[in-house]
Nanobody, 126 residues
């Protein structure tokens, strides 16, 4: 399984960015795709996740810090997952990673995820 994240960049506070993650080599029928982020000097943290298919497929879960500002979505045909980020603030500055959990329920623990992409840098200036 390979995950390729893209779409990061530099944006002013209040602006928006959309991250994309392309998945290849996934053959499981059910899994969860998630976004995590890691700011300098901090631990990697959960941002959002979406259940890909099966019962309750399409369901989402967000960290409290991004709820109402970020939206995770998927394109089943393209095996892409997106993270639309609005109302960005400097605290959102981090390297953002996409990940896959070969499970049927959304988890927020880093250890639950089986595959990780390389990360894309998001920098929000004040």
């Amino acid at each position: 399984v390979q995950l390729q994240a893209s779409g990061g960049g530099l944006v002013q506070a209040g602006g928006s960015l959309t991250l994309s993650c392309a998945a290849s080599g996934l053959t499981a029928r059910e899994y969860v795709m998630g976004w995590f982020r890691q700011a300098p000097g901090k631990e990697r943290e959960f941002v959002a996740a979406i259940k890909w298919s099966g019962w309750n497929g399409g369901s989402t879960y967000y960290a409290e810090s991004v709820k109402g500002r970020f939206t995770i979505s998927r394109d089943n045909a393209k095996k892409m997952v997106y993270l639309q980020m609005n109302s960005l603030n400097p605290e959102d500055t981090a390297v953002y990673y996409c990940a896959v959990d070969l499970a049927v329920m959304i988890a927020t623990r880093l250890g639950a995820y089986d595959y990780w992409g390389q990360g894309t840098q998001v920098t929000v200036s004040s």
